[in-house]
């Protein structure tokens, strides 16, 4: 079965630092794709970034970046140059499936980071 | 357009009432999904349809709880006779173009 684990509940980080949110999946499909959402207090949930298992390079989107390591089944969220508006939860999820694969995508328990100025 | 609209945004109820949530997708989107949040946890998968097929339900959840998409727009998530533990957030989500998964704002349950 699949899942998905952020071992970390919550990060302390100073404002113009990099952090990274560590996620581990377990998956038997060969073929899958790994999601991070962030959910600032106001409760949106707003999407980051996407790689799937079969991408040849690691997904980055301006700040951020995916550290995807597939034999580690680790999928660890970089930050670069952190901002004060990027404390919120954080969310790794999972699909199992290519793209556009028709099925279901699960969620971590998330990270709260904090950013101080 | 990718929003999509939930109702009620918060619904208070005693322990044994029925209560029926609603998704309203703004234009047509074939993949759509409830979760359920509850504070500091991530969305918990609930059940997933594609068009007005329900593919997949959590196995976690009991046969309280019911979701129909009678004709591929809108979809109804029904809790019958509520229990305390069913107060959360429940979160209606559209897949209007792979992978960006969008999120409606949530109707938040409160079982008294």
């Known amino acids: 079965a699949q899942k998905i684990t952020q071992t970390q509940p919550g990060m302390f980080v100073q404002e113009k630092e990099a952090v990274t949110l560590d996620c581990t999946y377990d998956?038997?499909?060969?073929?899958?794709?790994l999601f991070w959402y962030k959910q600032p207090s106001s409760g949106e949930m707003i999407f980051l970034i996407y790689?799937?298992?079969?991408?040849?390079q690691n997904a980055t989107e301006g700040r951020y970046s995916l550290n995807f390591q597939k034999a580690r089944k680790s999928a660890n969220l970089v930050i670069s140059a952190s901002q004060l508006g990027d404390s919120a939860m954080y969310f790794c999820?999972?699909?199992?499936?290519?793209?556009?694969?028709?099925?279901?995508?699960?969620f971590g328990s998330g990270t709260r980071l904090s950013i101080r100025p | 357009d990718t929003g999509v609209s939930q109702n009620p945004r918060h619904k208070i109820t005693k322990r044994g009432q029925n209560v029926t949530f609603r998704c309203d997708p703004i234009?047509?989107?074939?993949?759509l999904y409830w979760y359920r949040q509850t504070l500091g946890q991530g969305p918990e998968f609930l059940t997933y349809?594609?068009?007005?097929?329900?593919?997949?339900k959590s196995r976690l959840l009991s046969d309280r709880f019911s979701a129909e998409r009678p004709k591929g727009s809108f979809s109804t998530l029904e809790i019958q006779r509520t229990e305390q533990g069913d107060s959360a957030m429940y979160l209606c989500a559209l897949l209007p173009q792979d992978p960006e998964l969008f999120f409606g704002e949530g109707s938040r349950l409160t079982v008294l």
């Open positions: 790689q799937g298992s079969y991408d040849q």
């Open positions: 999820a999972m699909r199992e499936g290519g793209y556009s694969s028709a099925s279901k995508i699960i």
């Open positions: 349809f594609q068009n007005e097929a329900q593919l997949e």
């Open positions: 998956t038997s499909d060969p073929s899958y794709g």
């Open positions: 234009s047509e989107h074939n993949r």
